[in-house]
């Protein structure tokens, strides 16, 4: 079992910024890949960005340059820097891990997941 809340959420207007962190508890073996995903009313949840058990980082072309995952093994906290935030950035953003990387970045189907934090840009 795994359990992984979120905190960092806000409102901030656009051109700001946000820094997302989400800590892990539970079998850690699970969290070795974790990421961090959004979905906004009536759309399809998204990947954001993801970073493997090597440390190797992905992100989707709409975040690149302006969203830093990083994560801290020794406080088993993920976090997603984001910068110069836009409006359509505003969503619910969720943290997932799996141990199985295909299943997370992949096929976007990771097995645990976050309650998320709401993200809201005002232009």
């Known amino acids: 079992q795994v359990h992984l809340v979120e905190s960092g959420g806000g409102s901030v207007q656009a051109g700001g910024s946000l820094r997302l962190a989400c800590v892990a508890s539970?079998?850690?073996?699970?969290?070795?890949?974790m990421g961090w995903f959004r979905q906004t009313p009536g759309k399809e949840r998204e990947r954001v960005a993801a970073?493997?058990?090597?440390?190797?980082?992905y992100y989707i072309d709409a975040v690149k340059g302006r969203f830093a995952i990083s994560k801290d093994n020794a406080k088993n906290t993920l976090y997603l820097q984001m910068n110069n935030l836009e409006f359509e950035d505003s969503a619910m953003y969720y943290c997932?891990?799996?141990?199985?990387?295909?299943?997370?970045?992949?096929?976007?189907?990771?097995?645990?997941w976050g309650q998320g934090t709401q993200v809201t840009v005002s232009s």
């Open positions: 997932a891990a799996d141990s199985r990387w295909f299943h997370l970045w992949d096929a976007e189907v990771p097995i645990w």
């Open positions: 539970g079998d850690t073996y699970d969290t070795s890949n």
């Open positions: 970073i493997d058990t090597d440390g190797r980082k």
